[in-house]
T-cell receptor, first 114, second 114 residues
Framework: DTAVSQTPKYLVTQMGNDKSIKCEQNLGHDTMYWYKQDSKKFLKIMFSYNNKELIINETVPNRFSPKSPDKAHLNLHINSLELGDSAVYFC?????????????FGDGTRLSIL | AQKITQTQPGMFVQEKEAVTLDCTYDTSDQSYGLFWYKQPSSGEMIFLIYQGSYDEQNATEGRYSLNFQKARKSANLVISASQLGDSAMYFCAMSATGFQKLVFGTGTRLLVSP
């Protein structure tokens, strides 16, 4: 009964490949997010979606394309992977996008580019 | 724009003692939320505590309390009676009304010794 689940947990691939990370939440939340945590542990928002609609795209290269088929799912597809994409990617969700709503995170996907 | 500053890269505390992790923030928004998250070495992000900008009382959740000083723009986390399992990275974050994202600080690594 995991609240926010991401797959895969680990992703090792070569430069230039295309890969996807899936995220699902069973909390009934309206808002979902993708964050990137770099090698120095700094967390930064990439995208946020509210009821399947894109709300924030925080100057992310267009090689990254999020897709939300329904409000319980937010997947992240990455084209032409580069060395700098190596990071941990976290999916999160909150009941609404309000400033008083805690975000619940998945366990993260560690992406390593060879 | 919102900004979170955590000036302590690392903190040490002995088991059963209390510890304060510092967090200052900067925002021109009147309505905002402040959050603390814990990231153990296993990598998941765990929500600990929330404080709203209009809340007059400091938030508490078990052994965690948030020392909120609005005029000084600080939101320090106090952990009472530290346990070995409290060893982790701790992140302060904020969200402002209308901005559907969390802005994170750089984190503080807490080590609890026996």
């Amino acid at each position: 009964d995991t609240a926010v689940s991401q797959t895969p947990k680990y992703l090792v691939t070569q430069m230039g490949n295309d890969k996807s990370i899936k995220c699902e939440q069973n909390l009934g939340h309206d808002t979902m997010y993708w964050y990137k945590q770099d090698s120095k542990k700094f967390l930064k928002i990439m995208f946020s979606y509210n009821n399947k609609e894109l709300i924030i795209n925080e100057t992310v290269p267009n090689r990254f394309s999020p897709k939300s088929p329904d409000k319980a799912h937010l997947n992240l597809h990455i084209n032409s992977l580069e060395l700098g994409d190596s990071a941990v990617y976290f999916c999160a969700s909150s009941r609404t996008g309000g400033s008083n709503q805690p975000q619940h995170f998945g366990d993260g996907t560690r992406l390593s580019i060879l | 724009a919102q900004k979170i500053t955590q000036t302590q890269p690392g903190m040490f505390v002995q088991e059963k003692e209390a510890v304060t992790l510092d967090c200052t923030y900067d925002t021109s928004d009147q309505s905002y939320g402040l959050f603390w998250y814990k990231q153990p070495s296993s990598g998941e992000m765990i929500f600990l505590i929330y404080q709203g900008s209009y809340d007059e009382q400091n938030a508490t959740e078990g052994r965690y309390s948030l020392n909120f000083q609005k005029a000084r723009k600080s939101a320090n986390l106090v952990i009472s009676a530290s346990q070995l399992g409290d060893s982790a990275m701790y992140f302060c974050a904020m969200s402002a009304t209308g901005f559907q994202k969390l802005v994170f600080g750089t984190g503080t690594r807490l080590l609890v010794s026996p």
